[in-house]
Nanobody
């Protein structure tokens, strides 16, 4: 069992930056693939970014490539999502998730076993 707590959300102007953090407790985060998803009002939760256990493999949805960067600090049991050049369409609740699967695409919600409560990101123009 692992507990995930997101932080770092807030209100930012378009073009600005935010860094989200996901702190894990209960089990060490290096045991899991880690992902970030987001859900805007009236929309389904969508994949944003993921990082493998080793940190070698990273995946991003096309809409954030070149703007967002996922990283992990296993010593701190924390995963980060650095968001740059934020746009209105990035406004959503952002969720951190952990996957126990040995083989995974890391991009599907169904592959994740543990979820945080989410943190709101609002981009104003």
């Amino acid at each position: 069992q692992v507990q995930l707590v997101e932080s770092g959300g807030g209100v930012v102007q378009a073009g600005g930056s935010l860094r989200l953090s996901c702190a894990a407790s209960g089990r060490i985060v290096s045991n899991y693939h880690m992902g970030w998803f987001r859900q805007a009002p009236g929309k389904e939760r969508e994949f944003v970014a993921a990082i493998s256990r080793s940190g070698v493999i990273k995946r991003y949805v096309d809409s954030v490539k070149g703007r967002f960067a996922i990283s992990r600090d296993n010593a701190k049991n924390t995963v980060y999502l650095q968001m740059e050049s934020l746009k209105d369409e990035d406004t959503a609740v952002y969720y951190c998730a952990a996957s126990t699967r040995l083989e995974a695409t890391m991009t599907s919600r169904n592959e994740y076993d543990y979820w945080g409560q989410g943190t709101q990101v609002t981009v104003s123009s």
